[in-house]
């Protein structure tokens, strides 16, 4: 049973560059999320995705952008980037129909250097 | 605005030990609270609470929500050099999707 897997495992970038990173879902998982986790911090929620939409998005701004492909998958997208986005990048799959006990499951992630 | 503390913010214990984590919240229409262990990358599940004074426990690890005063422990008896890792808390909202993290609590057990 594959668990979420992301790509690539490690990035770098330069300011002003552009970067898309790529999620899959657990198997059977329809609903992925992606966080942002900085040095010493907890993740941060950047926006969620289901049925090809995005549902919620936190506080980050329009640099960030995603979607979601038909088979679950997804990509997160950063124009612009400034130093402040280098971070751990986290996706996360759930189940919607379950979700109200249905924990997000995490991938390794992506760590974003931006010089 | 929502937010979820935890502390302390690092903990060093020898093996054996027990340790108690501890998470409080301030989260408007809280829905759950959950317990994550993160080693390198990725955050692995631990325990979902809901209910108020219902103890979840798996094995030497342990937690317990107090809805009346916000708050969580995460307790760990009889540490291993395995558990040291970032352990973090999230709260959830009802009629959101977010989870909102504390900045975690590094423990580190030494042999």
């Known amino acids: 049973d594959a668990g979420v897997t992301q790509s690539p495992t490690h990035l770098i970038k330069t300011r002003g560059q552009q970067v898309t990173l790529r999620c899959s879902p657990k198997s059977g998982h329809d609903t992925v999320s992606w966080y942002q986790q900085a040095l010493g911090q907890g993740p941060q929620f950047i926006f969620q995705y289901y049925e090809e939409e995005e549902r919620q998005r936190g506080n980050f701004p329009d640099r960030f952008s995603g979607h979601q492909f038909p088979n679950y998958s997804s990509e997160l997208n950063v124009n612009a980037l400034l130093l402040g986005d280098s971070a751990l990048y986290l996706c996360a799959s759930s189940l919607r129909v379950a979700r109200e006990n249905s924990p997000l499951h995490f991938g390794n992630g992506t760590r974003l250097t931006v010089t | 605005e929502d937010k979820v503390v935890q502390s302390p913010l690092s903990l060093v214990v020898h093996e054996g030990d027990t340790v108690t984590l501890n998470c409080s919240y301030e989260?408007?229409?809280?829905?759950?609270l959950l317990w994550y262990k993160q080693e390198k990358k990725a955050p692995t599940f631990l325990f979902m609470l809901?209910?108020?004074?219902i103890e979840k426990k798996s094995g030497r690890l342990s937690s317990i929500l107090d809805k009346k005063e916000l708050f969580s422990i995460l307790n760990i008896t009889a540490t291993q050099t395995g558990d040291s890792a970032v352990y973090l808390c999230a709260g959830t909202t009802s009629g959101t999707y977010k989870y909102i993290f504390g900045t975690g609590t590094r423990l580190k057990v030494l042999a």
């Open positions: 989260v408007t229409n809280f829905r759950s």
């Open positions: 809901t209910s108020s004074g």
